[in-house]
């Protein structure tokens, strides 16, 4: 389905280095090197879930090595092992901090000891920091878990690097190669930013209110 004018947001013209991989674990490889070379974590893109790649190619089939060079393929910046740790240790502590001051509260007004305080706080703590982290974890395996994964492989993960010099362009496809990648080449792409590439662009705070534009005529 083809976005309308409105819901573009930015458009830029760029050169990358782009490859197919048919091994997750090989794309993370080169990802993370490509950061310890000193890439920017911004410039590295990959490619959506095989669902959502079907549904905004409206099911046309397109080998991966093509898709590379379309601006209008779903990509997502690139989510590392270190990204999911990072946000579990922080929704985890966030939200079991939250309850622990709650409870404690709570249980104040309701003038119970101060030890049976500590001791309930805290566990209402952990549980709803442990419960959180799963949430986040089952977030992050859910193409696993519905054998989108394999099914990405078998199709080819697409991994884009904006770079900015030669040399950058040199390395990125020195990486590449080296953990794998096919079809590695460079090229020059203009990438239209829309609503729908944001993070949490489908989430809606009032379920009642519709899709139409506030304040239009």
């Known amino acids: 389905m083809r976005a309308s ?3 573009t947001l930015d458009r830029m013209r760029t050169r ?13 490889a080169a990802a993370e090197e490509l950061l310890v070379a000193g890439f920017d ?13 079907q549904q905004r190619l409206n099911y046309a089939s397109i ?5 590379a060079d379309i601006p209008i393929a779903p990509r997502r910046p690139f989510i590392g092992g270190d990204d999911m740790a990072v946000t579990m240790a922080v ?7 939250a309850v622990a001051v709650a409870t404690g509260y709570f249980l104040v007004m309701k003038d119970v000891r101060p030890l049976v305080i500590g ?7 952990l549980v709803v920091a442990g419960i959180s982290v799963l949430v986040v974890r089952r977030r992050f395996d859910q193409e696993r878990r519905r054998g989108l994964d394999k099914l990405s492989e078998w199709d080819g993960i697409l991994i884009w690097i904006r770079v900015h010099s030669p040399e950058k362009e040199t390395l990125a496809q020195e990486i590449l190669v080296r953990h794998g990648g096919d079809a590695v080449h460079v090229h ?9 590439d944001l993070p949490l662009h489908s989430l809606r705070p009032d379920p009642w209110l519709g899709d139409e534009r506030l304040g239009q005529p």
């Open 119 to 125: 001791i309930l706080s805290m566990l209402c703590g």
């Open 16 to 28: 990358e280095v782009t490859g197919v991989f048919h091994a997750r674990k090989a794309l993370v």
């Open 63 to 67: 080998p991966a090595v093509d898709l």
């Open 188 to 196: 020059e792409i203009e990438l239209v930013r829309r609503t729908d």
């Open 91 to 97: 929704v985890g502590s966030i939200s079991g901090c």
């Open 41 to 53: 974590r911004a410039d590295i893109d990959v490619s959506a879930p095989a669902d959502e790649l």
């Open 5 to 7: 004018p409105d819901d």
